[in-house]
T-cell receptor, first 114, second 111 residues
Framework: DSGVTQTPKHLITATGQRVTLRCSPR?????VYWYQQSLDQGLQFLIQ???????AKGNILERFSAQQFPDLHSELNLSSLELGDSALYFC?????????????FGSGTRLTVV | TQLLEQSPQFLSIQEGENLTVYCNSS?????LQWYRQEPGEGPVLLVT?????EVKKLKRLTFQFGDARKDSSLHITAAQPGDTGLYLC???????????FGKGTRLSVIA
């Protein structure tokens, strides 16, 4: 158990639908990162939050949004889902915003859009 | 274009063999990290290298950061089936931005 909790572990939904992925960071970590992993693209950075505020944005589609709540858990909302959104979505956390000490990853949510 | 290129993409070896995997970039990185990912799990941090030319050892794993801080290698001695997994290198872009990852080397060690 890495200390980063992601739910649900698996999600199957239809095209056009909206889903919410949830992440609880490791205790004491203020920074949360969302990544998308697919076989052809590898791990792609989506968005980072630090202590409740958006800190950095990567290749995140306009159909996707995220937020970090006062208790530091984070949610990634994916809407108007397309087949190509099928992927593994990982949340990671770190104690601060600096990258030097690495990230702790959750076990991921496998999203299948049918 | 991938900022971090990893090679080989796939590697299948017998238990007891040695191997080296590579992580290369045309850009300079302030640090590089190596992660291992097993099926159904998230990546797990193995090591961070910071200084050009640095060598770090973790049991049978040896990590090296290139002198110019543009490349890194991971050498495994006497590979074991438990070493099987996806090995990822990652580093921050300039300005302390979140980590960018290579696509990884998928290693399979056969008993």
């Amino acid at each position: 158990d890495s200390g980063v909790t992601q739910t649900p572990k698996h999600l199957i939904t239809a095209t056009g639908q909206r889903v919410t992925l949830r992440c609880s960071p490791r205790s004491g970590d203020l920074s949360v990162y969302w990544y998308q992993q697919s076989l052809d693209q590898g791990l792609q950075f989506l968005i980072q939050y630090y202590n409740g505020e958006e800190r950095a944005k990567g290749n995140i589609l306009e159909r996707f949004s995220a937020q970090q709540f006062p208790d530091l858990h984070s949610e990634l909302n994916l809407s108007s889902l397309e087949l190509g959104d099928s992927a593994l979505y990982f949340c990671a956390s770190s104690r601060e915003a600096r990258q030097l000490y690495g990230y702790t990853f959750g076990s991921g949510t496998r999203l299948t859009v049918v | 274009t991938q900022l971090l290129e990893q090679s080989p993409q796939f590697l299948s070896i017998q238990e007891g063999e040695n191997l080296t995997v590579y992580c290369n970039s045309s850009s300079v990185f302030s640090s590089l990290q190596w992660y291992r990912q097993e099926p159904g799990e998230g990546p797990v941090l193995l090591v961070t290298v910071v200084t050009g030319g640095e060598v770090k050892k973790l049991k049978r794993l040896t990590f090296q950061f290139g002198d110019a801080r543009k490349d890194s290698s991971l050498h495994i001695t006497a590979a074991q089936p438990g070493d099987t997994g996806l090995y990822l290198c990652a580093g921050p872009r300039p300005g302390n931005t979140p980590l960018v990852f290579g696509k990884g080397t998928r290693l399979s060690v056969i008993a």
